[in-house]
């Protein structure tokens, strides 16, 4: 194929002594790729379509750009968390009424994870820089008019759709590049800082600034009008055309859907484990200053400052597990944060003070950071390069409506049962997102990921091979 467009890829130049479902070396411009440049024995070795975050000027505003965006990702997720009292207090409702605001974006994220591969595909990765930024802006607006509470769960899907969108496309895009861990934990630790600074801000224009909960919004009203412009400049070039020449070359023309990837088990299975993830991560951080109001008996300015260090500890653990995880393997990295984050979680649980608990969830936070990130380069990892941007948007996508779900369940369950089910909720997620990561294909050792692709390996074969040696041992 030989195209005279700057925006098309060339994949079969008879200069290049590489195709291009072999390698693709990263060029200056990363709008093109130059087959025939001299390259060294690490660029050689690279997966199909792997750039660097910092190879051109473009790629490096791009990078910024989705930095910015998980910033505010993280802001108005985490924000939510801290102003459920007041907003429960403002409009006098149960807790099953307030928990709505996390049910209701899950149809936004549902409709996120479907319609990913189609937005990249008619209007590429541009139209997900407008897109999600001006569906937040929807869901934030009318906000700041305080309507009546029916209004807040039907805004908020727009939100979640803004949210969603937004998520699975930079998590597909950051993680096919190189050093994939440390920047998917940048990234992330983003979403982080957003979910730290968001509730403080929001909780001292409240308890400090003696205002209403709805002030807040001005505030992303004004950071998501600067959103829309920073990310619309930064990927006004990354057309649908691009995107076409990128991928569609490598499967003979055709679109790889999102039907195909769901017939592939690992798509599900990480699919699960990030709903998990991210349930049990905002139900901590959505639940955890009404948990230490009414149950730990805080002062309100302590409670919202102890889903701060939630976040806090949350986004260290992104930036700094993130340089650990690819040097021991993720498989036994993953294994051992979870571990540690059920310790953290039954701490949490049964030490009845207000002190210990607020340590304790700054390291469930620290230690549940990674596991986002590390979930994304998995999926890289052992599914097939067109597989990515479909299969890792939907899981992400899909993931995303455990923000909604399961802090909707424990609003509903409090209702009768008191905020203290919190605990053991996310204790059961813990452990089930720890079974979902033990089903997944590739030993505990670095490299096993890899190996598992290579060998073929199924979902559940490496639970089987545990459980055949425990067998073993015991005969």
């Not at 941007?389 to 369940?409: C, H, M, R």
């Amino acid at each position: 194929m030989s195209t005279a467009s700057p925006d098309h890829v060339s994949v079969d130049n008879p200069n290049s002594s590489r195709k291009m479902d072999e390698s693709i070396i990263p060029a200056r411009d990363p709008e093109k790729v130059d087959l025939s440049e001299e390259t060294t024995d690490e660029e050689a070795s690279a997966p199909p379509l792997q750039q660097r975050w910092n190879q051109s000027a473009t790629n490096i505003f791009r990078f910024l750009g989705t930095i910015y965006a998980f910033i505010l990702m993280g802001m108005t997720d985490g924000a939510v968390g801290a102003l459920l009292p007041y907003i429960e207090t403002y409009y006098s409702i149960s807790y099953t009424a307030v928990s709505l605001v996390f049910l209701s974006p899950f149809i936004g994220y549902t409709l996120a994870a479907l319609s990913n591969s189609l937005v990249h595909h008619h209007f590429g990765q541009v139209g997900i820089a407008v897109l999600g930024p001006v569906c937040r802006l929807i869901g934030i607006i009318p906000l700041v008019f305080h309507p009546p509470y029916p209004v807040l769960p039907v805004v908020l899907a727009f939100t979640g759709y803004g949210n969603g969108i937004e998520d699975s496309a930079w998590n597909a895009w950051i993680g096919n590049m190189h050093n994939a861990n440390e920047l998917l934990g940048l990234l992330h630790g983003a979403y982080g800082l957003g979910a730290t600074i968001g509730p403080l801000i929001a909780t001292a224009m409240v308890t400090k600034g003696g205002l209403e909960w709805y002030t807040f919004y001005y505030v992303m009203i004004g950071l998501d009008g600067v959103g829309l412009v920073f990310l619309t400049a930064a990927f006004w070039r990354a057309t649908a055309k691009l995107y076409r020449a990128q991928f569609l070359d490598t499967t003979g023309g055709k679109r790889t859907t999102t039907r195909t990837v769901l017939k592939e088990p690992i798509t599900w299975i990480l699919a699960m484990f990030l709903l998990g993830y991210v349930g049990a991560e905002v139900s901590l951080g959505g639940w955890i200053t009404t948990f230490m109001l009414r149950v730990r008996n805080a002062e309100p300015f302590l409670a919202g400052l102890t889903v701060t260090f939630f976040w806090l500890g949350l986004t260290v653990g992104r930036v700094v597990l993130g340089f650990v995880t690819g040097r021991i393997g993720e498989k036994l990295a993953i294994t051992i944060y979870l571990v540690l984050s059920i310790v953290m979680q039954v701490l949490y649980w049964t030490v009845p003070n207000f002190a210990a608990s607020a340590t304790f969830a700054t390291f469930l936070g620290f230690f549940l950071g990674p596991l986002f990130p590390a979930a994304i380069v998995a999926a890289t990892k052992l599914l097939p390069s067109d597989y990515h941007v479909s299969a890792i948007g939907f899981a992400a996508a899909f993931g995303g409506g455990g923000a909604a779900l399961f802090p909707f369940a424990v609003g509903a369950i409090a209702q009768s049962k008191g905020v203290e089910v919190l605990q053991p909720i996310c204790l059961a997620i813990l452990i089930f997102i720890l079974l979902m990561w033990w089903f997944l294909p590739g030993g505990l050792k670095p490299g096993g990921l890899e190996k598992a692709r290579e060998e073929g390996e199924k979902v559940g074969d490496g639970m089987r091979k545990v459980i055949k040696k425990v067998t073993r041992k015991r005969n």
